[in-house]
Antibody, heavy 123, light 109 residues
């Protein structure tokens, strides 16, 4: 079964660091891009950035550039999203998702999603 | 950056047809994907590339895309279809290339 399994919920204080994970299985992890999507409480989906685990090529949404770091360890089929100094406004659910690509180079849909990691930042 | 506009809510009676729109400038030239998100759950892809369905998604879900509007159509609506629905495109010319619509809450009356 193709799946992405994310790490568990986190409760942190402002200023703390955090790294959450997304482990892929059932497919060639290095052959698909993995994106991260934020969903703030009661709000919609926001694309944060994406990584190609095969060579760690990473792209960020301008809204999140400099605010988070996306990385991957292909040896354990895991992608990461990390913060160096959390803010209360980082409180949200975070999803990883696999992105389809076509041989033409065109980008497709997010076809497989992780179950989400809830991050709560509160003093 | 590219903007996708969805109605905040759509209501439909069971057994009827629901249509959820996604507006964008010349969206007909892009591939549109649709996701269903039920409360407390992760999004699920229900239509990709305007009108294709992933395996396991009922034929009641269909999509179309032309001009400035893409539409997700749900036929013979069931109570279990009540959810938030999001459209999404890839805008290759943008520095924010992966764009989601604001989402539409489908209520089954």
């Amino acid at each position: 079964e193709v799946q992405l399994v994310q790490s568990g919920a986190e409760v942190k204080k402002p200023g703390e660091s955090l790294k959450i994970s997304c482990k892929g299985s059932g497919y060639s992890f290095t052959s698909y891009w993995i994106g991260w999507v934020r969903q703030m409480p009661g709000k919609g989906l926001e694309w944060m950035g994406i990584i190609y685990p095969g060579d760690s090529d990473t792209r960020y949404s301008p809204s999140f550039q400099g605010q988070v770091t996306i990385s991957a360890d292909k040896s354990i089929s895991t992608a990461y999203l990390q913060w160096s100094s959390l803010k209360a406004s980082d409180t949200a659910m975070y999803y990883c998702a696999r992105e389809r690509r076509y041989s033409s180079g065109e980008v497709g849909a997010f076809d497989i999603w992780g179950q989400g990691t809830m991050v709560t930042v509160s003093s | 950056s590219y903007v996708l506009t969805q109605p905040p809510s759509v209501s439909v009676a069971p057994g009827k047809t629901a249509r959820i729109t996604c507006g964008g400038n010349n969206i007909g030239s892009k591939s549109v994907h649709w996701y269903q998100q039920k409360p407390g759950q992760a999004p699920v892809l229900v239509v990709y590339d305007d009108s294709d369905r992933p395996s396991g998604i009922p034929e009641r879900f269909s999509g179309s895309n032309s001009g400035n509007t893409a539409t997700l159509t749900i036929s013979r609506v069931e109570a279990g279809d009540e959810a938030d629905y999001y459209c999404q495109v890839w805008d290759s010319s943008s520095d924010h290339p992966r764009v989601f619509g604001g989402g539409t809450k489908l209520t089954v009356l």
